[in-house]
């Protein structure tokens, strides 16, 4: 983020009413806090520094993802109805895993504020219209950075990362499931093939892997999408395009921004 951001500061929340700190305020916080940032910087907007080298990341990682999933025989053989739920579901941990493996690292900067004819056109609308996340904050970001961060310290082999896919895509407890019974067994499966691997580490490592895995879960799928794919896609569905892409091979070509991971 560019210094000239801080400069914004002055006009938030954190100066009172008045917009102007009181001086016994001012001396007290650089005394007692001389590092500590305006909290209002973490909750700024953000977008990508390079969007358009990122995305272009994003997309190569998401088709890999997506293709790892198609290649699956046990996932081929759950209802159609599961195959979506599982892919809705774990779309944004795969897909974070795989920035891991590929090593896809990104930057952002300050988001361009609205324009004013933009402000006049959304002033009449109810923000709960306006999804969560839509925008992704500094705040946000920085905590998937120190997810992605977590793994890339493991060090993760081939084998680990493909076991570890597994158990994330079979997930039986996601609500609705048909067959959630056979697909625990497989997420049992997965697990078990992934603490089998030798490693000096192992019975420290398997459990550690798993929980950082849980925390890619928690990450908002509208941050994922608004942060990597809404630069490229606008404001199409990210679930429509997600299941063409999973059930209609020759559709793939028809989605305008896939051509950008080739």
Same mark, same amino acid.
């Given at each position: 983020?560019?210094?000239?951001?801080?400069a914004g500061?002055?006009?938030?929340r954190?100066?009172? =009413?008045?917009?102007?700190?009181?001086i016994?305020?001012?001396?007290?916080s650089q005394e007692?806090?001389?590092?500590?940032?305006?909290?209002c910087?973490q909750?700024? %907007?953000?977008c990508?520094?390079?969007?358009?080298?990122?995305?272009r %990341?994003?997309?190569h990682?998401?088709?890999?993802?997506?293709?790892?999933v198609?290649?699956?025989?046990?996932?081929?053989?759950?209802?159609?109805?599961?195959?979506?739920?599982?892919?809705d579901?774990?779309?944004v941990?795969?897909f974070?895993l795989?920035?891991?493996?590929?090593?896809?690292?990104f930057? !952002?900067t300050e988001?361009p504020?609205?324009?004013?004819? =933009? =402000?006049?056109?959304?002033?009449g609308?109810? =923000?709960g219209?306006?999804?969560?996340?839509?925008?992704?904050?500094?705040?946000? !970001?920085q905590?998937?950075?120190?997810?992605?961060?977590?793994f890339w310290?493991?060090?993760?082999?081939?084998?680990?990362?493909?076991?570890?896919?597994?158990?994330?895509?079979f997930?039986?407890?996601?609500?609705?499931?048909?067959?959630?019974?056979y697909?625990?067994s497989?997420?049992r499966?997965?697990?078990?093939a992934?603490r089998?691997?030798p490693?000096?580490?192992h019975?420290?490592? !398997?459990p550690?892997?798993?929980?950082?895995?849980?925390?890619?879960?928690?990450v908002?799928?509208?941050?994922?999408t608004a942060?990597?794919?809404?630069p490229?896609?606008?404001?199409?569905a990210m679930g429509?395009?997600?299941?063409?892409?999973?059930?209609? !091979?020759s559709?793939?070509?028809? %989605?305008p921004?896939?051509?950008?991971?080739?």
């Amino acid at each position: 983020m560019s210094s000239g951001a801080d400069a914004g500061c002055e006009r938030c929340r954190c100066h009172g =009413k008045e917009r102007q700190p009181a001086i016994l305020y001012t001396l007290l916080s650089q005394e007692l806090r001389p590092r500590q940032q305006c909290p209002c910087r973490q909750r700024r %907007a953000v977008c990508l520094r390079t969007p358009q080298l990122t995305c272009r %990341a994003a997309s190569h990682v998401l088709l890999k993802t997506i293709s790892f999933v198609k290649n699956v025989a046990a996932f081929r053989l759950l209802p159609r109805e599961d195959q979506l739920l599982l892919l809705d579901g774990c779309w944004v941990p795969l897909f974070l895993l795989g920035l891991v493996q590929e090593m896809v690292t990104f930057e !952002v900067t300050e988001a361009p504020a609205p324009s004013m004819l =933009k =402000k006049i056109l959304l002033s009449g609308q109810s =923000k709960g219209q306006e999804p969560e996340g839509a925008q992704p904050t500094l705040a946000a !970001v920085q905590r998937l950075q120190g997810c992605l961060n977590s793994f890339w310290r493991l060090d993760l082999s081939p084998s680990e990362f493909t076991y570890l896919r597994g158990a994330i895509l079979f997930n039986p407890d996601i609500p609705g499931l048909r067959a959630a019974l056979y697909i625990e067994s497989l997420q049992r499966e997965a697990q078990r093939a992934l603490r089998e691997l030798p490693h000096p580490a192992h019975r420290q490592r !398997v459990p550690h892997t798993l929980r950082l895995a849980a925390s890619l879960g928690s990450v908002p799928a509208a941050l994922v999408t608004a942060l990597f794919f809404r630069p490229i896609i606008g404001d199409a569905a990210m679930g429509e395009l997600l299941a063409e892409m999973l059930f209609e !091979v020759s559709g793939w070509p028809r %989605a305008p921004w896939l051509p950008l991971a080739r």
